[in-house]
């Protein structure tokens, strides 16, 4: 079976994170998802509102999703797809090209974004709500 992998923060699930999910598991039979933990996201630069726990959790539950890991660090992508067999890594096309070095030890692919829809502009529109 197909082994496909990503990685990202999941904050405030909403449908952009469904969307690549769902495109995510039609592209193998197996699909591994990295959740950001709170430390790794300071690193990031990236504040998260929910805690690593909780977005663990939701990613998890989804039917698609057979596997959540901890994503700590940058550098783990490698060891990571070497440790569970990955055949496809795959990310949404905002970091198209940033992992094309992964490339000699599986399929590297950039999935569309979805529109108008992300965890900073619901932070905005909830400030107005
Ligand atoms: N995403 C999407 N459409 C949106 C918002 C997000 O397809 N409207 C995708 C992103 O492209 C990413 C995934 O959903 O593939 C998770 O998004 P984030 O939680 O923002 O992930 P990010 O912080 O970019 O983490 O090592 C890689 C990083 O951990 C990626």
Redesign the pocket.
Same mark, same amino acid.
Request: hydrophobic content about 30%; proline content about 0%; glycine content about 8%.
């Given at each position: 079976d197909v082994t496909v992998i990503?990685? =990202? %923060? @999941?904050?405030m699930f +909403?449908? =952009? +994170?469904l969307?690549?999910i769902n495109r995510l598991s039609e592209l193998g039979g197996r699909l591994i998802v990295?959740v #950001?933990t709170d430390e @790794?996201?300071r690193e990031?630069g990236?504040r998260n509102l929910m805690p690593y726990e909780q977005r663990a959790a939701i990613v998890g539950s989804i039917k698609n999703v057979d596997f959540v890991i901890p !994503?700590e660090s940058?550098a783990q992508?490698r060891s990571d797809i070497n440790k569970y067999g990955v055949d496809v890594f795959a990310?949404?096309?905002?970091?198209k090209g940033q992992f094309d070095f992964l490339s000699d030890i599986c399929r590297v692919v950039y999935? !569309?974004? %979805?529109?108008?829809? #992300? %965890?900073t502009e619901l932070k905005k529109s909830l400030k107005n709500f």
């Open positions: 990503t990685y =990202g %923060t @999941f904050d +909403h449908i =952009g +994170h969307n690549l990295a #950001s @790794f996201n990031k990236k !994503e940058w992508k990310i949404g096309d905002d970091w999935l !569309e974004r %979805t529109k108008d829809i #992300s %965890t």
